[in-house]
């Protein structure tokens, strides 16, 4: 179930409620309990750790451990490559 996040236009209090995909939005403010939550918006986050399915299945030879191979390739800068030419004008 979802944590949903919820602002009282009364009074400003924040709060948060885990409910059902399609449950009603909760409208009462458990602070000043009048009738003005709104439901904000706001950006889900979640980290995958570990190993999992994702790391190792489907998997085979030498392609076993794909994000220690990506983690060893050295990173280029996006501003190094694209004013290396010097047509790049943001800089």
């Not at 309990?33 to 995958?48: H, N, Q, V």
Request: charged share 20%.
């Amino acid at each position: 179930m979802p944590i949903y996040e919820y602002q009282c236009q009364s009074c400003g209090h924040e709060h948060e409620a885990l409910q059902k995909l399609g449950a009603e939005p909760l409208l009462i403010c458990p602070a000043c309990t009048r009738p003005e939550l709104m439901k904000k918006i706001s950006a889900a986050g979640f980290r995958l750790k570990g190993s999992g399915w994702y790391e190792t299945d489907f998997k085979s030879g030498t392609k076993k451990n794909v994000a220690g191979e990506a983690s060893a390739t050295p990173s280029t800068s996006t501003a190094s490559s694209c004013c290396a030419g010097g047509s790049c004008k943001s800089h």
